[in-house]
């Protein structure tokens, strides 16, 4: 077999034990805390979660430069907590969802919110505002046992050592193993996805030079900085 071209190498995520994830597909999971909801002039609906997906490649890992992405004036961080899912399975039951879980590490959904709004006010996919080059960082994945059952513990963020965002766990809307049954029922999920669970109230803009710092209880901090724009 001759390929017209070599592929890209496969996302590989560092975990805490010094090994890698292989990154599949990324899920995100859109108005699960209530009061981000309202800032973004939306209603949280507990009845169906809200998801869209990105690219693996959009992955980077921590201490990374992540550069200011072209087409936007407005590139806002979104704090979140991160499930990497390791065992495979469609139609998981709820009680048993959290046995498909590897870790969990902290991350950030990044944004190009003025076109993400565009999209929005004409009702269109929001893949131009979300599904952007570097826009995943994700932090170490630590073992599940590193939260137990992901439903408490604080979530921050700071840009330049301002806070800017804070949140619990215990605040998401869907939880982690409804989030797994949700998606379950709608893919199959396999070893390599990640779900970002959503953030809390709080997100905001950043600038070039830029330091974003994300923490999840339980878990190694994420920090990112914003470089220059994209060329």
Request: proline residues 7%.
């Amino acid at each position: 077999m001759t390929l017209l071209f070599d592929p890209q190498p496969p996302v590989l995520a560092p975990t805490s034990d010094g090994r890698f994830f292989p990154v599949r597909r990324i899920f995100c999971i859109g108005r699960n805390y209530e009061e981000h909801a309202r800032e973004m002039g939306d209603k949280a609906d507990p009845e169906a979660p809200f998801f869209f997906t990105k690219w693996a490649e959009t992955v980077v890992g921590d201490g990374a430069t992540i550069a200011y992405p072209q087409g936007t004036s407005n590139f806002h961080y979104e704090a979140e907590l991160v499930v990497a899912i390791h065992r495979p399975g469609r139609n998981i039951p709820r009680e048993r969802a959290l046995d498909h879980v590897w870790g969990y590490a902290a991350g950030l959904d990044m944004t190009r919110r003025d076109l993400q709004s565009e999209a929005r006010a004409k009702q269109r996919p929001w893949d131009a505002g979300k599904n952007v080059e570097q826009s995943s960082p994700l932090g170490l994945i630590h073992p599940a046992s590193a939260l137990g059952d992901a439903t408490k513990g604080a979530l921050t963020l700071t840009v330049n050592g301002v806070e800017r965002q804070r949140g619990d766990l215990s605040q998401m809307i869907t939880p982690v193993d409804r989030l797994i049954a949700f998606l379950s029922g709608l893919y199959r999920l396999e070893a390599g996805d990640l779900i970002y669970t959503g953030t809390p109230a709080g997100v905001g803009a950043v600038v070039p030079g830029d330091v974003i710092v994300v923490a999840v209880q339980g878990l190694t901090s994420l920090t990112i900085t914003v470089g220059q724009h994209d060329q």
